[in-house]
């Protein structure tokens, strides 16, 4: 070698020397990345300062499997080979740091070859992922409770990103809308379960809910209705909410199926108004007494006793109050049987209504006992029977007026009998013979024997003959003269 390539190598020692110091340099400064070189022997011959930081200042010329912890090797766990950087393997294995702990390094490890393809060793570099595995495990956890939860609840739980397409859809919704979770993923949720007659006021509200995340139903619960995948609505109870993530408000929907309950409601509301009904037109009321506090009244049974369900509030005292003084003793009595498990039976009494009326009632109730014969609660009837007292009081007031006229009746009947029978009376002289012989003139026999008495008169025809005897006698008369 000459003197010229001498200098030449010389030249090209230092420009090596100096690229080395310089890569050395830029490759200590790196704050978080751990890179090291091994040779074959996996022995460490090179740390950045960041490795010599994590491992310790004595790492050099230290093996690699020295700081494993656990079954792995330097190129074991490998997750995945890079598709666009061949020859580049990943690592990710737990490694003891200087301090003891243990400590989880992602590694990124690519093999170093001489000009032949001899392998020299190893270069690699680490991040230490502990904080961000401990961080998915935690969520993996958060996730996994919330999917246990979500995926065992009978109630459907919906997710809609700020598109308004769906996000989550768990088993529930599928039974109770019909479609499978596939279909519903990524799909405009109004258009999938909201009745086309509601379309208009979800668009009028929905930009308001992107920019603030408010709405007329954010934080209440609504009964609306629901379309199911085969057409049919059905009546649910929605409960919604609003989240932010990543500057984007999502919705997440609480939703039950309340057909049936609704059903149940629309039959029991049914024969509450026909019990109603029926209690208005038989003036009956009902009462639930559960022996301490307030009494529960229906109705009617408010005003059966004249009283508004607005301002009166039924308790004991507040009834007896009710009740015309003269029955107060006996009602209470009634009311002591009843809660000592006694059957007392009907009770008629009189209540006088704020109004200054009277009417008369008729009660009936019974005491419901526990197990241990304890009572629970008494519950019972009340009937306005005004009418039928009034009625009642008519029909004695009658009967007594009818007695008296029947009493007249006998007595009269017994009159006529003393002249009842077969009367001897004079052919010429119209006389009547008594029992014992004697003839009378008539109105003297009638006289003794009956209360009768009489006045005088003369008929028609008596009056007609007498005048023509009259005008007989006064032309024989004058014949005469």
């Given at each position: ?87 580049l393997i990943r690592v990710q294995s737990w490694q003891r740091r200087r301090d003891g702990e243990k400590r989880l390094l992602a590694w990124q490890c690519r093999a170093l070859k001489d000009a032949n393809g001899n392998d020299l060793g190893y270069l690699s570099s680490a991040r230490d992922i502990t904080e961000q595995k401990r961080e998915e495990e935690r969520l993996q956890k958060i996730e996994e409770r919330w999917l246990a939860i979500t995926e065992s609840t009978q109630d459907a739980i919906l997710i809609m990103d700020p598109e308004g397409r769906v996000s989550y859809w768990n088993r529930a919704a599928e039974g109770m809308f019909g479609h499978a979770r596939g279909e ?298």
């Amino acid at each position: 070698m000459n003197q010229c390539e001498r200098a030449e190598c010389q030249q090209f020692k230092q420009e090596l020397s100096a690229l080395f110091s310089r890569q050395e340099a830029m490759l200590a400064v790196v704050p978080d990345v751990i890179i090291v070189g091994t040779d074959n022997h996996k022995i460490y011959r090179w740390v950045n300062q960041a490795g010599l930081a994590f491992f310790g200042d004595d790492a050099i010329g230290r093996e690699a499997a020295f700081y494993l912890m656990g079954e792995e090797t330097a190129c074991a766990a490998v997750l995945s080979p890079s598709d666009d950087h061949p020859g580049l393997i990943r690592v990710q294995s737990w490694q003891r740091r200087r301090d003891g702990e243990k400590r989880l390094l992602a590694w990124q490890c690519r093999a170093l070859k001489d000009a032949n393809g001899n392998d020299l060793g190893y270069l690699s570099s680490a991040r230490d992922i502990t904080e961000q595995k401990r961080e998915e495990e935690r969520l993996q956890k958060i996730e996994e409770r919330w999917l246990a939860i979500t995926e065992s609840t009978q109630d459907a739980i919906l997710i809609m990103d700020p598109e308004g397409r769906v996000s989550y859809w768990n088993r529930a919704a599928e039974g109770m809308f019909g479609h499978a979770r596939g279909e519903a993923i990524g799909k405009d949720l109004h258009d999938l379960i909201v009745p086309s007659r509601f379309h208009s006021a979800y668009h009028s509200a929905y930009q308001k809910f992107l920019q603030t995340g408010q709405g007329a139903g954010i934080g209440k619960i609504l009964d609306l209705e629901a379309l199911r995948k085969d057409g049919q609505e059905i009546s649910i109870q929605l409960s919604l909410s609003a989240i932010q993530i990543n500057n984007g408000w999502h919705a997440i929907g609480l939703i039950r199926d309340t057909t049936e309950r609704k059903h149940t409601e629309n039959a029991l509301l049914k024969k509450e108004r026909l019990l109603s009904e029926s209690q208005r037109l038989g003036h009956i009321g009902s009462f639930l007494f559960e022996m301490t506090g307030p009494i529960e009244w229906s109705e009617e049974l408010y005003h059966l006793y004249g009283v508004s369900p607005d301002t009166f509030i039924p308790t004991v005292e507040s009834f007896l109050n009710l009740i015309h003084p003269d029955d107060r003793q006996s009602m209470q009595e009634w009311i002591a049987g009843c809660a000592a498990g006694e059957k007392p039976g009907e009770l008629d009494f009189r209540i006088n209504r704020p109004d200054g009326t009277m009417r008369y009632v008729k009660g009936r109730g019974e005491v419901v006992l526990d197990t241990k014969k304890r009572p629970l609660f008494m519950a019972g009837t009340v009937m306005d029977i005004t009418e039928r007292k009034q009625a009642d009081q008519e029909i004695q007031q009658y009967i007594a007026e009818l007695a008296e006229k029947n009493n007249e009746l006998q007595d009269a009947l017994t009159d006529i009998k003393q002249l009842s029978g077969l009367l001897p009376i004079c052919a010429s002289c119209k006389k009547i013979r008594d029992d014992s012989g004697y003839w009378h003139g008539v109105e003297t026999f009638i006289a003794e024997h009956s209360n009768a008495e009489f006045s005088h008169g003369i008929c028609p025809e008596c009056e007609k003959k007498a005048y023509e005897e009259l005008d007989a006698f006064k032309s024989s008369r004058r014949r005469r003269q």
